[in-house]
Nanobody, 123 residues
Framework: VQLQASGGGLVQAGGSLRLSCAAS????????MGWFRRAPGKEREFVAA????????YYTDSVKGRFTISRDNAENTVYLQMNNLKPEDTAVYLC?????????????????WGQGTLVTVSS
């Protein structure tokens, strides 16, 4: 399984970015796909997750109303649309696959990880 994250960059506060996570290597039907982030000096933090074959997404409170997770089954890609970005959103963002579809917000439930993409939000 390979997960390739892209789309990070430098943006001013209030701006937007869309991250992509291209998945390959196996069938992801039934999996939960998640985005996490790791800010400097902090532990890896859950951001958002979505089931590959549909259903409601799940977000951490700090990004609700600003971030939207979605997936394109035909392209085997998961997206994270980030609007109204804040300096505290600065982090390396990583996508991951949870094959057991349990405890969506726990990093320990995710079996496969991409390499991450850096998002920097300036004030």
């Amino acid at each position: 399984v390979q997960l390739q994250a892209s789309g990070g960059g430098l943006v001013q506060a209030g701006g937007s970015l869309r991250l992509s996570c291209a998945a390959s290597g196996r069938t992801f039907s039934g999996y939960v796909m998640g985005w996490f982030r790791r800010a400097p000096g902090k532990e890896r933090e859950f951001v958002a997750a979505i089931r590959w074959n549909g259903g409601n997404p799940y977000y951490t409170d700090s990004v609700k109303g600003r971030f939207t997770i979605s997936r394109d089954n035909a392209e085997n890609t998961v997206y994270l649309q980030m609007n109204n970005l804040k300096p505290e959103d600065t982090a390396v963002y990583l996508c991951a696959a949870n094959t057991r579809a349990m405890k969506w917000d726990s990093r320990y439930m995710y079996d496969y990880w991409g390499q991450g993409t850096l998002v920097t939000v300036s004030s």
